[in-house]
T-cell receptor
Framework: ETGVTQSPTHLIKTRGQQVTLRCSSQ?????VSWYQQALGQGPQFIFQ???????GRGNFPPRFSGLQFPNYSSELNVNALELDDSALYLC???????????FGAGTRRSVL | GIQVEQSPPDLILQEGANSTLRCNFS?????LQWFHQNPWGQLINLFY???GTKQNGRLSATTVATERYSLLYISSSQTTDSGVYFC????????????FGKGTKLTVNP
């Protein structure tokens, strides 16, 4: 158990819809990161939040956005879903940036 | 950005065999982690090892930061070791947090 929980576990959406994924970090962890993992690939970094401020972003378009809340929860929002957005979405928390990251079990999202 | 290469891409072993997985990276790092991804997608932390050597049961890892590589050793492999092993690094001051390699898919046959 990593202490990082994600919801929902599975999600099916149609192209053009909007979606919100949620993550609850370990208590005391100030940093949360989100990753996208396509089938057969390694996870790709989307963005990181540190104490509710964005602290780094990967090569993802602005329709991928996030929030981090003071209660160690966070959200990943994706607008105008595309077929290529079908993937496993992983959330990870760490005590601070640069420290060991612990991953949740992920949300498997399909876009039809 | 930083590049991470893992080898071999695929590895098939008989139960009881030993193996070495390699991770090469292209820049100095302040974070290096090894993960095992199970069939359900959960990434399980194996080691946090930006430098030095660590051991945990049948697993051990060594990172030589000056030469930009890390090795994961699995001894006396078991069928439950099957899955994909990822190396992930973070460059000090880099905008990308944890850049993953493509993984090594390990299959341990009984």
């Amino acid at each position: 158990e990593t202490g990082v929980t994600q919801s929902p576990t599975h999600l099916i959406k149609t192209r053009g819809q909007q979606v919100t994924l949620r993550c609850s970090s370990q208590s005391g962890h100030n940093t949360v990161s989100w990753y996208q993992q396509a089938l057969g690939q390694g996870p790709q970094f989307i963005f990181q939040y540190y104490r509710e401020e964005e602290n780094g972003r990967g090569n993802f378009p602005p329709r991928f956005s996030g929030l981090q809340f003071p209660n160690y929860s966070s959200e990943l929002n994706v607008n105008a879903l595309e077929l290529d957005d079908s993937a496993l979405y992983l959330c990870a928390s760490s005590l601070d940036y640069g420290y060991e990251q612990y991953f949740g079990a992920g949300t498997r999202r399909s876009v039809l | 950005g930083i590049q991470v290469e893992q080898s071999p891409p695929d590895l098939i072993l008989q139960e009881g065999a030993n193996s070495t997985l390699r991770c090469n990276f292209s820049d100095s790092v302040n974070n290096l982690q090894w993960f095992h991804q199970n069939p359900w997608g959960q990434l399980i932390n194996l080691f946090y090892i930006p430098s030095g050597t660590k051991q945990n049961g049948r697993l051990s890892a060594t990172t030589v930061a000056t030469e930009r590589y890390s090795l994961l050793y699995i001894s006396s492999s078991q069928t439950t070791d099957s899955g994909v092993y990822f190396c992930a690094v973070e460059r000090l001051g880099g905008s990308e947090k944890l850049v993953f390699g493509k993984g090594t898919k390990l299959t341990v046959n009984p």
